[in-house]
């Protein structure tokens, strides 16, 4: 009888699992599916046009350092197209639809990159805002965050009632601004901004496609059949080398991708707690992190840190999981050549208003307390003899049915022998009067 009342409960789970995330309850038509991602995979007559007006907006934010911008141009990109295409090609075996959509991807990248360059030559403004720095280097985030998309992408362009959830994909995945960000590395000879913000790219296409494949394949859409067998083996063929071409480099990408940002993780827990002097302040930070090597450069201000102590932090190298990593310090003359002064001034100034925000708590804190002058302490011995330690500060006292709080000022001393109930009342009315303070709290044996 109770394995029976077990099997009922475990199957209402299951059933109640199945209804409420099952994904083919409102799947669209698959013949209305395929065809609107088809037609959303060609950049001809508008959607060429609009490709090229986002990618100058685009270029505009990153330029002038606004997000909002920014995401406005992603919003009208129809970069997305052509990737679904790729991984619904991919898993209905359609050869034709993933040439199609890798054919548009690379027209669409190029003229995106030839845009922005052309932007970024023509522009008066030339310094690289943080918007744009921020698409130079893929982290592992953007590899959650574009197969994460993408398998949102994927499931609302097969349902019957669209929504937002494709812009949505389109700003969260970002694949606008790294174009952008190429374009920018063009105009102005960075090779390193524009291979890696291509390699961000990259990245969010690859993932987006490799997601787009497991929801079709999940769907079971129907495959491709041919009349001929052979150019059905040959079509299979050529899917399946595609898709070992896109999914071998993407499992290397991300395993160093992941590795890299262990390492900064790791670096930057190491700066942060082993470089804490108030005599010597890092003022700038560089992590080079390669299959082969790896590196921490650091630029110091202040006093100058002797070499064995150095070699003492390095051996400290190895608790922080950085074996093997190079610690490379500039300090003295050595650090003259590579200062930075507007890193420095940077620096300062966090320093400066860090200092600042913690002397004001300090000076709030010390006028929110009496006077504890010798007077008060020779008035204490004087009236209260007994009393041979004491403290007095102002507490907050939080209500736990309400939001309100009291301030009171608290009194702690301590006795040789039993203060009478008398003299508390004495002390507690000499207190109101000295501090000017109606509530007094008393800890007083």
């Known amino acids: 009888m109770e394995q ?43 959607s060429l046009w609009i490709l090229i007006f986002a990618i100058f907006i685009a270029s505009i934010g990153l330029n002038v350092n606004s997000t909002a911008v920014i995401i ?12 679904i295409g790729i991984g619904l090609g991919i898993g209905t075996n359609d050869f034709a639809l993933v040439r ?39 982290t592992i985030w953007d590899v959650f965050i574009a197969f994460l998309g993408g398998l949102a992408g994927a499931i609302a362009v097969t349902r019957k009632e669209k929504t937002n959830v494709i812009p949505g994909v389109a700003i969260a995945t970002a694949l606008m ?18 291979a890696g913000a291509l390699y961000l790219f990259f990245i969010n296409s690859l993932f987006i496609c490799i997601s787009t494949y497991l929801i079709v394949r999940f769907l079971k859409f129907s495959k491709k059949h041919f009349e001929d067998r052979l150019t059905e083996k040959r079509v299979s063929r050529y899917i399946l080398v595609s898709v070992l071409v896109t999914i071998i480099p993407s499992i290397y990408l991300a395993y160093g991708i992941v590795q890299k940002s262990i390492f900064e993780n790791n670096a930057q827990r190491f700066v942060r707690e082993v470089f804490n002097s108030q005599k010597t302040q890092v003022v700038n930070k560089n992590f080079k992190y390669s299959n082969h090597s790896r590196e ?8 100058e840190i002797p070499a064995p102590r150095i070699d003492s932090i390095r051996a ?10 190079k610690l490379l310090v500039r300090q003295g003359l050595d650090a003259r050549s590579k200062i930075d002064f507007s890193q420095i001034k940077a620096s300062i100034m966090e320093d400066v208003f860090a200092r600042d925000s913690t002397q004001r708590k300090v000076k709030s804190i010390k006028s929110a307390r009496p006077d504890l002058s010798a007077d008060m302490r020779e008035e204490i011995h004087a009236l209260f003899p007994n ?7 102002e ?5 736990t049915d309400s939001v309100k709080r009291d301030t009171v000022m608290q009194f702690t001393g301590r006795a040789e022998g039993k203060i009478l109930a008398s003299d508390k009342v004495k002390l507690g009315n000499w207190l109101k009067a000295k501090t000017g303070k109606r509530n007094i709290v008393l800890f007083a044996d």
């Open 395 to 399: 507490a907050v006292f939080h209500m």
């Open 177 to 194: 601004p790294p174009l952008c960000t190429a374009g920018f590395g063009l105009a102005s000879g960075n090779l390193l901004f524009f």
């Open 4 to 46: 029976k009342k077990d099997k009922g409960l475990s199957g209402y789970i299951r059933l109640f699992l199945e209804r409420r995330f099952n994904l083919h309850l409102d799947k669209a038509n698959e013949e209305e599916v395929v065809a609107s991602i088809r037609s959303n995979t060609v950049f001809v007559g508008s």
């Open 316 to 325: 400290k190298l190895s608790t922080y999981k950085l074996a093997g990593t």
């Open 100 to 138: 199609q959509g890798g054919r548009n991807l690379l027209i669409a990248a190029l003229i995106s990159i030839a845009t922005s360059t052309l932007y970024f030559y023509i522009t008066p403004l030339h310094d690289a805002q943080s918007e744009l720095l921020a698409r130079t280097t893929p």
């Open 296 to 303: 921490i450069d650091l630029l110091l201000i202040g006093e």
């Open 387 to 393: 009393i041979k330690s004491y403290s007095i500060e």
């Open 72 to 83: 406005g141009a992603m919003l009208i990109s129809p970069l997305m197209g052509p990737i």
